[in-house]
């Protein structure tokens, strides 16, 4: 088991560039979650989905796009990034709605410039 | 609305000491309650969970946490801290029966001396 992967680690990025961060999951699991991570600011849900095909919003989802179309994988786009994505971004997964706990994958560290 | 509330943004112990992280919750009934920690350049790992039953949960690492209803604290502990314990430890809420997303606290810092 792999558990939750993120491609790719690492990724720079000019102003107004798009790109996707993939997060892959090998557990079967139901629920996956995007954050981002910013310095004193803990970890801050962008989106997330209940299933395959669902997504919904979390805290701060502006500028940010998703898709679940399998249910092992879960994209998160960037149309157009801006500096303020500068950021690190973390996939979670969660198994079902009875069990709570969520898994996490090793990131992507992005810059914007 | 949960929110939860981790006062020390910096903590530094010295090795072998003992450690204690405090985290506090706001929500109207007993919630999840979760204790993470993430290492340098990694992702959060899962310490400990509680979500009911004996209030003092044991978790990996040699941690324990203590629920505390009256006080709404979920406050992490360990008797003898390592050098390999140094990392950042974020305490989490969940809310029973609702969709489950978790919120997070800003973490705490764990820096250990020699």
């Known amino acids: 088991n792999a558990g939750v992967t993120q491609t790719p680690k690492f990724r720079v990025l000019k102003t107004g560039q798009s790109m996707t961060l993939l997060c892959a999951q090998d557990m079967n699991h139901e629920y996956m979650y995007w954050y981002r991570q910013d310095p004193g600011m803990g970890l801050r849900l962008i989106h997330y989905s209940v299933g395959e095909g669902t997504t919904a919003k979390g805290e701060v989802p502006d500028g940010y796009n998703v898709s679940r179309l399998k249910k092992q994988n879960f994209l998160l786009g960037l149309e157009s990034a801006a500096p303020s994505q500068t950021s690190v971004y973390f996939c979670?997964?969660?198994?079902?709605?009875?069990?709570?706990?969520?898994?996490f994958g090793p990131g992507t560290r992005l810059t914007v410039t | 609305a949960q929110s939860v509330t981790q006062p020390d943004i910096h903590i530094t112990v010295s090795e072998g000491a003992s450690l204690e992280l405090r985290c506090n919750y706001s929500?109207?009934?007993?919630?999840?309650l979760f204790w993470y920690v993430q290492s340098p350049g990694q992702g959060l790992q899962l310490l400990l969970k509680y979500f009911s039953g004996d209030t003092l949960v044991q978790g990996i690492k040699g941690f324990e946490a203590e629920f505390k209803r009256s006080q709404s604290s979920f406050n992490l502990r360990k008797p003898s801290v390592h050098w390999s314990d140094a990392a950042e430890y974020f305490c989490a809420v969940g809310a029973p029966g609702s969709q489950g997303n978790l919120i997070f606290g800003k973490g705490t810092k764990l820096s250990v001396k020699p």
């Open positions: 979670a997964s969660r198994l079902r709605q009875e069990s709570y706990e969520q898994y």
């Open positions: 929500y109207g009934a007993t919630p999840y």
